[in-house]
């Protein structure tokens, strides 16, 4: 099983669309998690740590179910901006490193 | 305040040469991490370094392959008598306190063997 598993996609989405990625862990140790995007052949940028209670930032909100090891991204009112690969990152129990997701790729059309 | 600054950001190699990636942490940043994205794939962990200490290699390909990060100057990823199967995007990390708040990445290596 990976570590870090998210649905590949592709997710194509109107303009204005809220649409959700799922993220499922496998180390119940694992103590940060985090969202990030890598725009095509470019670095993963920080989107969003996730904590406990759930965060948002503005049209971004994140959530994360430790009892099932189950991360979310909802994204609102899609903008053409978006289209990303959207990556779940997660904190071994031991903090030495991240693990990434393959990532979910997202396209927002106009 | 510039960022993580890794270079070469192309690296052409024929098979058999040597390729010498590398990173200049953000300012102030000690920890620095390596990673690989081969192609139409996700990020590979390598090594975790610390200046002057390797704290987590297991990551790192058994043959060919180290990395430092030394008192003064650049962390540097070796790969040595590259193949055609190390073709690929190498990133570079670096954080202020580990990766408990998450990493800053450079703009990438992309290496190419022919």
């Known amino acids: 099983r990976k570590e870090v598993e998210q649905d590949p996609g592709p997710f194509n989405v109107p303009e204005g669309a809220t649409v959700a990625f799922n993220c499922t862990y496998s180390n119940s140790a694992s103590q940060s998690f985090f969202w990030y995007r890598q725009d095509c052949r470019k670095e993963p940028k920080l989107l969003m740590s996730v904590y406990s209670s759930g965060n948002e930032d503005g049209r971004f909100t994140a959530q994360l179910n430790r009892a099932s090891q189950y991360i979310s991204l909802l994204i609102r009112d899609s903008k053409l901006s978006d289209s990303a690969t959207y990556l779940c990152v997660v904190n071994k129990g031991s903090a030495r490193q991240l693990t990434f997701g393959s990532g979910t790729q997202l396209t927002v059309l106009p | 305040n510039a960022g993580v600054m890794q270079n070469p950001r192309h690296l052409v190699r024929r098979r058999g040469q040597e390729a010498r990636l590398r990173c200049s942490p953000m300012?102030?940043?000690?920890?620095v991490y390596w990673y690989r994205q081969l192609p139409e794939e996700g990020l590979k962990f390598m090594v975790y370094l610390q200046k002057e200490n390797i704290i987590d290699e297991s990551g790192m390909p058994k043959e060919r392959f180290s990395a430092e990060f030394p008192k003064e100057g650049p962390s540097i990823l070796r790969i040595q008598q590259v193949v055609r199967g190390d073709s690929a995007a190498y990133f570079c990390?670096?954080?202020?306190?580990?990766?408990?708040?998450?990493?800053?990445f450079g703009s990438g290596t992309r290496l190419t063997v022919v």
């Open positions: 300012k102030g940043h000690s920890h």
């Open positions: 990390a670096s954080s202020l306190q580990g990766a408990d708040y998450g990493y800053t």
